[in-house]
T-cell receptor, first 114, second 116 residues
């Protein structure tokens, strides 16, 4: 069964460093998302991507964040100059689009900023 | 304003019994979808069940069923015949049709612990 894959599963980084979280969405899906879950809290929407551009972003997704789909298969989230409060689980998800709008989630990347 | 409200932070259930997880939602969009996800301690998000706002019947998937009460704006998840492996966090989420990108808004989650 096709699945969304994320790498790495866990990343530890120094405060101020840049990190790139990688995702391979399901191949025929059209919509891609990043969500964030701070430990013990709810899952929060960060950004959606469709037709090679950002479709919508939340207030969390400030200039520190960027997304790319560099080669038609990978979908990356870059966090510049990480802060302690960026520590969270980051989920990538993809959706085929209408009429089926179920989002399929990857297993997540746990980011720890020290 | 919260779009999804889950009022039960944690619940205990005896193995083989049924448990109902509450979810209420808020939207003015006539077209929307409601989802339930399971998050075990390993962290991944597992899709369980989906209910569309225009669906006439309550959704069912194996031991999972969704008690959809549109007038009350509630979409409670019922897990029947609980198993130890059902111990996890459960999230209710909503997608509104006016959101062109079909993003999900999540509730705070309910932790379910199944006792042997």
């Amino acid at each position: 069964e096709p699945e969304v894959t994320q790498t790495p599963s866990h990343q530890v980084t120094q405060m101020g460093q840049e990190v790139i979280l990688r995702c391979v969405p399901i191949s025929n899906h059209l919509y891609f998302y990043w969500y964030r879950q701070i430990l013990g809290q709810k899952v929060e929407f960060l950004v959606s991507f469709y037709n090679n551009e950002i479709s919508e972003k939340s207030e969390i997704f400030d200039d520190q964040f960027s997304v790319e789909r560099p080669d038609g298969s990978n979908f990356t989230l870059k966090i510049r100059s990480t802060k302690l409060e960026d520590s969270a689980m980051y989920f990538c998800a993809s959706s085929p689009g209408p009429p089926n709008t179920e989002a399929f989630f990857g297993q997540g990347t746990r980011l720890t900023v020290v | 304003a919260q779009k999804i409200t889950q009022t039960q932070p944690g619940m205990f259930v005896q193995e083989k019994e049924a448990v109902t997880l509450d979810c209420t939602y808020d939207t003015s969009d006539p077209s929307y979808g409601l989802f339930w996800y399971k998050q075990p301690s390993s962290g991944e998000m597992i899709f369980l069940i989906y209910q569309g706002s225009y669906d006439q019947q309550n959704a069912t998937e194996g031991r999972y069923s969704l008690n959809f009460q549109k007038a009350r704006k509630s979409a409670n998840l019922v897990i029947s015949a609980s198993q130890l492996g059902d111990s996890a966090m459960y999230f209710c989420a909503m997608r509104e049709a006016r959101s062109n990108d079909y993003k999900l808004s999540f509730g705070a989650g309910t932790t379910v612990t199944v006792r042997a």
